[in-house]
């Protein structure tokens, strides 16, 4: 076995050990959060006037399990984030370590913060309208399994989404991402996004506006940011290129 094949499965194990330490995490993460499953139902069905229905025994261990997950999702972030950057850190220059060390507790926060942005605020603004549709001619009875479904469809993909702009900048600082390459496929990021926020959205114009305006505006925040982040590197890159030259006398 040549020294390119013993690199690519030393990489291949290391890659291996931070996957497993991350789904360890999440487990841990997960078997923690069954610890408050009940609490964390009583929030989200604090403002319902009636208890929501079940319709088999085993329902309630797959809803405790669902609201479970997608907490020990959202702790699980700063550690994967924090495995993939100890994975990468070998091939980084010192400045790229520091600036790529930022990017964790962002990812955690932006996570965070597209969760909130889709629970209160566009969570409600859907329930209502389609509360209002069946209005005066059916009575609505919420069954847990689809309550909860529906919250997690309006609130986890803003969480993603929300990922966007350190996501980008991330890559930008590997060299992976180009910004101004972003910037030129603008119109079909747009088209993307706006298909998007239409699919997630009732067929009602307010509401796929209120949608995507903040995911265009990620859109653009997230390019201009990179632009920032990209015209760093090309600096701290010649810094570095000159500082190596005079050190070894080029």
């Known amino acids: 076995m040549n020294e390119k094949e013993l690199n690519m499965v030393e990489h291949l194990e290391e ?11 999440f487990i841990l993460f997960l078997c923690l959060s069954f610890f408050f499953v009940k609490d964390i139902y009583r929030f989200f069905t604090r403002d319902l006037s ?34 993939i950057w100890l994975f ?43 509360n209002e549709l069946g209005e005066g001619v059916m009575t609505t009875a919420y069954t847990a399994d689809r309550y909860f479904k ?59 506006f209120i949608v995507a305006v903040p995911l265009l505006l990620l859109y653009e925040i997230s390019v201009s940011l990179s632009k920032i982040v990209y015209k760093r590197k090309l600096r701290k890159e010649a810094q570095y290129e000159r500082e190596h030259n005079q050190i070894h006398g080029i």
Do not use: H
């Not at 890659?15 to 995490?25: E, F, N, P, Y």
């Not at 309630?60 to 997608?70: E, H, P, R």
């Open 150 to 208: 529906f919250i997690i469809n309006m609130s986890l993909p803003f969480a993603v989404l929300f990922e966007l702009p350190v996501v980008m900048m991330f890559l930008t600082s590997l060299g992976i991402l180009n910004p101004y390459v972003m910037g030129k496929i603008r119109k079909y990021a747009y088209f993307v996004l706006i298909v998007i926020a239409v699919s997630i959205t009732p067929p009602e114009f307010l509401s796929d």
């Open 15 to 25: 890659l291996r050990s931070r996957l497993m330490i991350t789904v360890g995490a």
């Open 88 to 130: 990468v850190k070998p091939a980084l220059k010192e400045y790229e370590r520091k600036t790529a060390l930022f990017y964790i507790p962002a990812l955690f926060l932006l996570f965070i913060a597209g969760l909130c942005f889709g629970y209160f605020v566009i969570y409600p603004i859907v329930l209502n309208f389609l």
């Open 50 to 83: 009636e208890e929501l229905i079940i319709l088999g025994p085993s329902d309630v261990v797959w809803i405790y399990f669902m609201l479970a997950s997608v907490v020990a999702i959202a702790c699980t972030i700063p550690v994967l984030s924090m495995q």
